[in-house]
C-alpha cells in the first residue's frame, strides 16, 4: 500500500467509524458488530501508526464514543469520560500484562468486574446529594439527564452518612434487567394483538434488546415514562479532586457503605491466572445474570500505579476489556442490495430471511465490500451463519455450502452505482469500491450537506439529516449554499417522505411553521460561526478540525487561502503536501468556489475575527507538552493553553518531549521516566514565563 492509498483508506475508515459511533451513543441503532467495529478501529489504528501523518485531528481513534444529542443541556465532563481498549483473545490480554510489567515492574494486582451492557453514566455529588447525572456524549461533553436518572430507584439522591468528599463523582452503567425487557414486550405484544397487527409483523414492532431499550428511555424527554421503564444502575469508578482512597478495590467497598449500588460480582486478583479464571467464570455464568454482560473489564488496582500509566488519546493504559465471542444463527440469503455512503463508497448488504438471534430479529447483515462477498463465494439463496455481538446489523460468518442449490448463480460484484448509474471505481490495494460523481450522485450530495449542518462544523438548529434529505429531494437545496437562499414560504406546508414504517408503508412530514421557524433561525444564528469551523464545513477531504483552525490562524481568509499556492500551504506545521493538494484541487474547481462565493455574500464569516480575551499565537508552534499534577487553574485550560499558542499535547513520557510542566501530586513512575529520559521540566510559572519571553 503506496501512501497515496493509505491516505484514502484511514478517511475510508474514519468516516465510518464516527457514523457507526453515531448510530450506537445517538441512535442506539447499531449497524455493525462490535467485533467488526474493533477490527475496523484496530485496522485504522495500525495505518495511523505507519502513517502518522495522515492522521485526521477528530480520528475515531482519538475520540470516546458518539456525539451528543440536541435535546438536553450539554454539559462538560470535569473529567473526561474515556473508553476502554477491547480485545477479544488471551493472548492480547497476555499481552496487555506484559505492558504492565514493563511500565512499572510486577508488584501489582488487577480488579476483574463485569461489562455491563447498559449505558455509561457519571453522576456529580456535592454534600452527600445528587445534583446532576450526564452521559458520555463524546466524551468530552454530554447530555444532562437528571430529571430522568432521578426516576431509577437504585442511584441515591443523598447518601448515607459517610466520610466522602464534598464534591465528586461517580461513575457507572445504567441497563434493563431481562425479566423487565421481557414483561415490557409481552405488554406491547398484547396491546399489538389487540389492534389488529398480522402475527409476521409484530416481531418486527417489538423492542430490541435490552441495551438499546435501556439507552431510549434515557433519552426520553418526559420522566414520568422513564420510570416506567424500571432501570436499574451499578455504579463502579469514583472521581475526586480528594484522595478516596488508595486503591479501586477499596473505593467500591466505600461506594457501597455511602450508599450506591454496587456489583457483588468483582474481585481483587493477584495474578494473570486469576484474571483468567475470573473471565472463564462469567463466560459460562454470565447466561443465569439477570442483566446483560458482554465481557469483562480489567483494571490496576492502585490508583498512584494508574497514574504513573496514564492514557493514550482516547484510553486509560491501565485498563483493558475483555470480550465475549459473538453468538451465531444459521439462515437464508435473499438477496444482495448496496448502498452508497456520505463518501461514495458502496457497501454491500445482505438481505436475510428473518431468524431470531440474541432476541433480536435479523434480517439484515453487512457484507463490507467485494473481498468479502469473494471470501464468502455467495450463491443465490445460500444457507448462511450469522454472527451477532448484541447489535441490530449482524455478519455473515459463513455458507453451509451443503445446502446449496446445485443450479445457484454466484452474486457478482456492481460494476455501476445503484443511485446514479456511474462506472464505480476501486483503485489498486484497497477493498471498497467507490462512485466518483461526488458532484451530482444524490446520496453523496446529501452528505457533504449534513457534514456541514453538523454540530461541530456549522451547528445549524433546526435541520436534520431526514429534513436535508426531504430539501433534496423536493429539489430546494442541491449544495449547502442553497440552504441560505431558502425562505420561510417555501418551507411552510412543505410534506416529503422520510422513509418506511415497520409495516413498509411510506412515511412523510410536513414541515409546520414552528419547525420552519426554527431552521430559519439556525440559519440565522449559523452566520456567527468563527471562519475556522466555517472552513472545517466545507467538507474539502483531509481538512479536519485542527487543520482547519491551522489554516485560518495562518491565512487569516477565505480569499487568501485560495490564493495561497501549494508551497505556501505545505510549510505550515504539520500540513504537508497532501493537505495542501486537497485545498488546491477544492480551489481549482470553478463550482466550489461558485459556492464558497455564495456563502461569503450569505453573510458567513470568511476571515478571522479576533478573540480578545482568547490568547493566539505561533509562540509554541513545533513544541510538545505533557501536563502532570495539579495546577493553579484546571489541566483542560492549561492544555487549552498550550493549543491557542501552537503548542500540542501529548499524553505520555518519549525522548520526543520537549517540556513536562510538572505539578503538584505528580506520579512518582512519570517522573522517574523524565528523569531517566533528562527531559525538560518547567514549573506552572515557568511555562507562562516561556510564553511570555518567545
Known sequence: MNQEEAKKRIDELSKELKQHNYNYYILSQPVISDLKFDEMLKELEKLEKEYPQFILPDSPTQQVGGDITKNFIQVKHKYPMLSLGNTYSEEEIREFDARIQKAIGSDYEYVCELKFDGLAISLT??????????????????????????????????????????????????????????????????????????????????????????????????????????????????????????????????????????????????????????????????????????????????????????????????????????????????????????????????????????????????LYNADEMERLDLHEHDTVFVEKGGEIIPKIVGVDISKRDLFAKKIEYIKNCPECGSALIRKEGEVIHYCPNDSHCAPQLIGKIEHFISRKAMNIEGLGGETVAGLFNKGLIRSYADLYDLKPEQLIGLEFEIGTDIDGKRKKRSLQEKSVENIIKGLEASKAIPFERVLFALGIRMIGETVAKKLARKFGSIQLLMEASKDQIGDIYEIGDKIAEQLILFFSDAENRQIVHRLEQSGLQMQVVNDPDEIRSDKLVGKTFLVSGTFSMSRDELKKTIENNGGRNVGSISKSLDYLIAGDKMGPEKLKKALELNINMISEADFFKLLTNN
Open 125 to 366: 455529588y456535592e454534600n452527600g446529594r445528587l445534583i446532576r447525572a450526564v452521559t458520555r456524549g463524546d466524551g468530552v461533553m454530554g447530555d444532562d439527564v437528571t430529571a430522568n436518572v432521578k426516576t431509577i430507584k437504585s442511584i441515591p439522591q443523598k447518601l448515607n452518612p459517610g466520610n466522602y468528599p464534598a464534591q465528586f463523582e461517580i461513575r457507572g452503567e445504567i441497563f434493563m434487567h431481562k425479566k423487565t425487557f421481557e414483561r415490557l414486550n409481552k405488554q406491547l405484544r398484547n396491546t399489538l394483538i389487540e389492534q389488529g397487527v398480522d402475527e409476521d409483523k409484530i416481531e418486527e414492532r417489538l423492542y430490541k434488546n435490552p441495551r438499546n431499550f435501556a439507552s431510549g428511555s434515557l433519552k426520553l424527554q418526559d420522566s414520568k415514562e422513564v420510570a416506567k421503564r424500571s432501570l436499574d444502575a451499578f455504579l463502579y469508578f469514583v472521581y475526586s479532586d480528594e484522595p478516596v482512597a488508595e486503591t479501586h478495590y477499596e473505593s467500591l467497598k466505600h461506594a457501597a457503605l455511602w450508599g450506591f449500588q454496587v456489583s457483588d460480582h468483582f474481585k481483587l486478583c493477584k495474578n494473570l491466572n486469576e484474571v483468567m479464571a475470573f473471565i472463564k467464570k462469567y463466560e459460562q455464568e454470565r447466561e443465569h445474570l439477570s442483566y446483560e454482560i458482554d465481557g469483562v473489564v480489567i483494571k490496576i488496582n492502585n490508583y498512584n500505579q494508574q497514574e504513573d500509566l496514564g492514557f493514550t488519546a482516547k484510553t486509560p493504559r491501565w485498563a483493558i476489556s475483555y470480550k465475549y465471542k459473538a453468538e451465531t444463527a444459521i439462515t437464508r440469503l435473499n438477496q444482495v442490495s448496496y448502498q452508497v455512503g456520505r463518501t461514495g463508497a458502496i457497501t454491500p448488504v445482505a438481505n436475510l430471511k428473518p431468524v431470531l438471534l440474541a432476541g433480536t430479529t435479523v434480517k439484515r447483515a453487512s
